[in-house]
């Protein structure tokens, strides 16, 4: 899927998460599964809505300086992780000193 605008041309979205996550301690993997695909549409729906993540706000990141992908993981990883499944630590993105 491809998203154009005429202002910032072609964007190309996540076919989904770049980070690993674990089922929850004692949950099923049907359960697992289940939380994977409604988090993959909410991180999809989030980036159609261009919303900041709560992850992205509290590690004090504009939105602006991460990219499509890293906004797509934080929604994933912040629904993951309200349901109950185990995130590996996530380092926020650096920029590069001038």
């Keep these: 899927m491809t998203v154009c605008s005429v202002a910032i041309g072609c964007v190309s979205q996540p076919i989904?998460?770049?980070?690993?996550?674990?089922?929850?301690r004692d949950k099923p993997l049907t359960v697992f599964l289940r939380d994977d695909a409604q988090c993959k549409q909410?991180?999809?729906e989030q980036l159609a809505r261009g919303v900041d993540t709560r992850a992205a706000s509290d590690a004090h990141v504009?939105?602006?300086q991460l990219n499509v992908q890293q906004r797509y993981d934080?929604?994933?990883l912040e629904c993951m992780q309200e349901k109950g499944n185990e995130i590996r630590s996530v380092l926020a993105p650096t920029t590069q000193p001038e």
Excluded at 16 to 23: F, Y
């Design 74 to 76: 934080l929604a994933y």
């Design 42 to 44: 909410y991180a999809r």
């Design 16 to 24: 989904g998460p770049a980070v690993a996550v674990k089922p929850g």
């Design 62 to 64: 504009p939105r602006a």
